[in-house]
């Protein structure tokens, strides 16, 4: 795909060089316009305002909603207010507000003057709705039928009014906006008489959800159910919108990519890793990197405590590294494991016991392994094959218990700091890696000295 895409954007280039802007359309006509999107990415800006205006008018706006935001205001300055006019006149209204959330004030200003008040008022409407939620990612274009239509004139509804709505398989039934039930085109076409009311066919089964959900929960209902679109209601039970499944994924991929930017000691950034300066790099690790710095300072101040007994066996400083960072990585994986399934609603508060019971087995299993693991290297290794005769059976014993010990209590720390931190309403993925690391490796260095302060001195 990469080689196909160089190759394409060589032609261009050629193209236009030599003016060719007839071909370049009939290129441009063939492709789906995420790949155009994709490929204007890779020429040259100046390039861009050209290419675009060779694209047919609808191509042109799908084209458009797939660019990057940077692309997108570029294109935006330097369209005619008739040439802005026609890509908004285009957009879908979910389409359309992610616009407006992302372009500066004057630039969304020239926007919503281009739209028409229908358009505009529909955009008012979604913004109003809090970040996050079904309300703000929803789509105001639907089609609507009445219970007592019949299945002929349903279909000809549909074909009046669908070509202005995001999607047309489903159907909703809707009395006074009051959400009855939804039938599908399928139903629609198979049915055996074109006089039957629509009220006869439709399910009335029907999983809605509130405009003020968060979206998550929104993408994991469509992943659940294999819905192509779920309806929103307001408090009042009353439809106002729908959430397709194309918007479900761009959910789950931002929270995803959210996720894994906090799991790896990060603030989340809404820019892409090629269009991120050094200094925007810099401003979303550096806090968390002064965090876990200061954090580490408790490691300092446990080895400073017990530097008299340290100096009395040093040995036991070589083993410190390799307790830490067993530790840090057994609690890492049980953080994730938790963070993953909290994130697909697979465990809820309530579960914290079963929980803590599996992964004190898991810690137990995992504990006897790594311990036996850990004595045959230090008899074998440590103390024959370099021969380190301060290496004791007293101490492979001590760095034996330690690893056990740190194991057990990393995996019960990594397991319930992410569902506590659910419980009090903040983000699991807070308490991932780098922060449980932390706190494992100060209880390993107690744990260690601990042990070793009452076998060996």
């Known amino acids: 795909m990469a080689e196909h895409s160089i190759t394409v954007e060589s032609t261009l280039s050629a193209l236009l060089a030599g003016k060719k802007y007839s071909t370049i359309k009939d290129i441009l006509v063939t492709m789906n316009p995420a790949d155009v999107a994709a490929l204007f990415e890779e020429l040259e800006e100046d390039r861009l305002p050209l290419l675009f205006r060779l694209l047919p008018k609808e191509q042109a706006a799908e084209t458009f909603v797939e660019m990057e935001p940077e692309l997108q205001e570029m294109l935006i300055r330097g369209f005619s207010d008739s040439e802005l006019r026609e890509v908004v006149d285009e957009l879908y209204v979910d389409d359309a507000v992610d616009l407006v959330e992302e372009m500066p004030a004057n630039v969304v200003r020239r926007i919503l003057e281009q739209a028409d008040p229908e358009m505009r008022k529909q955009i008012n409407e979604i913004l109003r709705y809090p970040e996050n939620s079904a309300g703000s990612i929803m789509t105001t274009e639907y089609v609507s039928l009445r219970p007592n239509m019949t299945v002929e004139e349903a279909i000809t509804r549909i074909r009046r009014t669908g070509v202005d709505k995001e999607t047309i398989y489903t159907c909703y039934v809707t009395k006074d906006r009051n959400l009855l039930g939804f039938v599908s085109v399928k139903d629609l076409l198979l049915a055996q008489d074109d006089d039957t009311p629509v009220s006869e066919i439709m399910d009335t089964n029907v999983i809605s959800v509130n405009t003020h959900a968060d979206q998550e929960e929104v993408a994991r209902m469509l992943s659940k159910y294999n819905f192509l679109a779920l309806p929103v209601v307001d408090s009042e039970d009353r439809m106002v919108g729908i959430i397709t499944f194309d918007d479900a994924m761009d959910v789950m991929e931002d929270?995803?990519?959210?996720?894994?930017?906090?799991?790896?000691?990060?603030?989340?950034?809404?820019?892409?890793?090629?269009?991120?300066?050094?200094?925007?790099?810099?401003?979303?690790?550096?806090?968390?990197?002064?965090?876990?710095?200061?954090?580490?300072?408790?490691?300092?101040?446990?080895?400073?405590?017990?530097?008299?007994?340290?100096?009395?066996?040093?040995?036991?400083?070589?083993?410190?590294?390799?307790?830490?960072?067993?530790?840090?990585?057994?609690?890492?994986?049980?953080?994730?494991?938790?963070?993953?399934?909290?994130?697909?609603?697979?465990?809820?508060?309530?579960?914290?016991?079963?929980?803590?019971?599996?992964?004190?087995?898991?810690?137990?299993?995992?504990?006897?392994?790594?311990?036996?693991?850990?004595?045959?290297?230090?008899?074998?290794?440590?103390?024959?094959?370099?021969?380190?005769?301060?290496?004791?059976?007293?101490?492979?014993?001590?760095?034996?218990?330690?690893?056990?010990?740190?194991?057990?209590?990393?995996?019960?720390?990594?397991?319930?700091?992410?569902?506590?931190?659910?419980?009090?309403?903040?983000?699991?993925?807070?308490?991932?890696?780098?922060?449980?690391?932390?706190?494992?490796?100060?209880?390993?260095?107690?744990?260690?000295?601990?042990?070793?302060?009452?076998?060996?001195?």
């Open 255 to 457: 929270e995803a990519t959210e996720d894994i930017e906090i799991m790896a000691g990060m603030t989340p950034s809404d820019k892409t890793y090629l269009r991120s300066t050094p200094f925007d790099l810099f401003t979303h690790r550096i806090p968390w990197l002064l965090l876990l710095m200061v954090s580490a300072t408790f490691t300092g101040l446990i080895i400073t405590r017990f530097e008299n007994a340290l100096a009395q066996l040093v040995v036991l400083t070589a083993f410190i590294p390799m307790l830490m960072d067993t530790g840090g990585n057994s609690g890492s994986q049980s953080s994730v494991t938790i963070i993953r399934a909290l994130s697909l609603g697979e465990l809820e508060f309530s579960d914290l016991p079963q929980v803590i019971w599996k992964e004190i087995r898991t810690a137990v299993l995992c504990g006897v392994a790594l311990a036996g693991a850990c004595f045959a290297k230090v008899m074998l290794v440590d103390r024959l094959l370099f021969g380190n005769t301060d290496v004791t059976l007293p101490v492979a014993a001590v760095v034996c218990a330690t690893m056990a010990l740190t194991i057990f209590v990393a995996k019960c720390v990594g397991c319930t700091l992410p569902m506590l931190a659910k419980k009090l309403g903040f983000d699991p993925a807070v308490m991932a890696s780098p922060f449980i690391t932390t706190i494992v490796d100060a209880l390993s260095l107690l744990i260690y000295f601990g042990i070793a302060s009452a076998v060996l001195f």
